[in-house]
């Protein structure tokens, strides 16, 4: 039995930390307050908004296989929303979203699939790794404050890649990640006491600044109070990465005001959620990074592709390789 470190309590920590746990002793790291990573969901009472993630869908027989038992267990769900495709203020496209195409959400929040996955893991939370040294056969951690966190045979990283790049740096592995760019988002919240009118609660904005908008409170199990979250694009997000938050705000909210014609006045919560490493294009190449002699790895999303999907499929396939080589 093996002593593996993962870090990072995202889908792709905790799939592979639950899959190694099986046979090894794995403790997951994460210096957040809360697991899911970018499944995250915030509230502010009596408003609750999903900020990162939206939805996922499952196109791997692999990954339909794995939901089965959080769909049984209801803590993940098919959001039929009545979908819209914009081009600024102009709907150029609608459709019902259906169980024939299922769209996932966690239910009563994105952030319910990480606290189901991490259920019986050792997960310690608010918990950054700051550098890992080897020490004989084993991998030394340090935390933020020089404190030693633990040695183990293995350690996997499951953050951004540049953050994973820097984290396993000289190893080869970190190469690899700095080669990976990852795109910012801007979350834009907006907590209603009277629901704006709108004929879609899902949307895909185009010639804006704004790529998404939806009624996060028209996901199953939400609370019945109005809640919108506005996503910027991806562009938007890295030309203004630096910029305030208030400015941030103040613009975001004028796009959506010009494309829904819903008067920004009416609500009484807003605020915006800076996501610096939100998406990555799809990527060519392994599905994860091994370095079997030194026994580290990295896996995530930003190996596939930015969505919740490819962050499983990352992970699964890791679990897969480490569980042939952890002794």
Not at 15 to 34: I, M
Request: glycine letters at 8%.
């Amino acid at each position: 039995m093996a002593t593996i470190a993962v870090i990072g309590a995202g889908l792709a920590g905790l799939v592979v930390s639950r899959e190694l746990a099986q046979s090894h002793d794995v403790v997951v790291f994460e210096k957040s307050r809360g697991v899911a990573g970018r499944m995250a969901t915030r509230r502010a009472d009596p408003f609750e908004f999903d900020h990162g993630a939206q939805f996922f869908t499952a196109r791997s027989d692999a990954f339909r296989t794995f939901l089965e038992p959080l769909v049984e267990a209801g803590v993940v769900a098919d959001w039929q929303a009545r979908f819209a495709e914009l081009r600024r203020d102009e709907i150029v496209a609608t459709r019902q979203w259906d169980t024939e195409h299922p769209h996932y959400v966690g239910v009563p929040g994105m952030n319910a699939i990480g606290k189901a996955l991490s259920s019986g893991l050792d997960v310690r939370l608010d918990t950054a790794v700051r550098s890992l040294t080897r020490d004989g056969e084993r991998w030394q951690l340090v935390g933020e404050r020089q404190e030693r966190l633990g040695e183990f045979d293995w350690v996997i990283a499951s953050a951004p890649a540049s953050q994973t790049a820097a984290l396993l740096a000289p190893a080869s592995i970190a190469s690899t990640a700095a080669k990976v760019g990852m795109d910012a988002c801007y979350a834009l919240l907006l907590g209603f006491d009277e629901p704006p009118d709108l004929s879609w609660q899902a949307a895909l904005v185009h010639d804006a600044d704004i790529s998404w908008i939806s009624v996060n409170s028209s996901k199953p199990g939400r609370p019945a109070t109005c809640s919108l979250v506005v996503h910027s694009t991806n562009a938007w997000a890295n030309a203004h990465l630096d910029d305030d938050a208030e400015t941030v705000r103040r613009h975001l909210a004028d796009e959506f005001c010009k494309i829904t014609h819903v008067d920004i006045a009416a609500a009484t919560f807003v605020d915006v959620q800076r996501w610096r490493y939100a998406n990555v294009d799809r990527q060519k190449g392994d599905l994860y990074a091994l370095d079997a002699e030194r026994r580290l790895a990295a896996c995530g999303d930003w190996f596939v592709r930015g969505r919740v999907e490819g962050a499983f499929i990352s992970a699964l396939a890791l679990a897969g390789r480490i569980g042939q080589d952890a002794s």
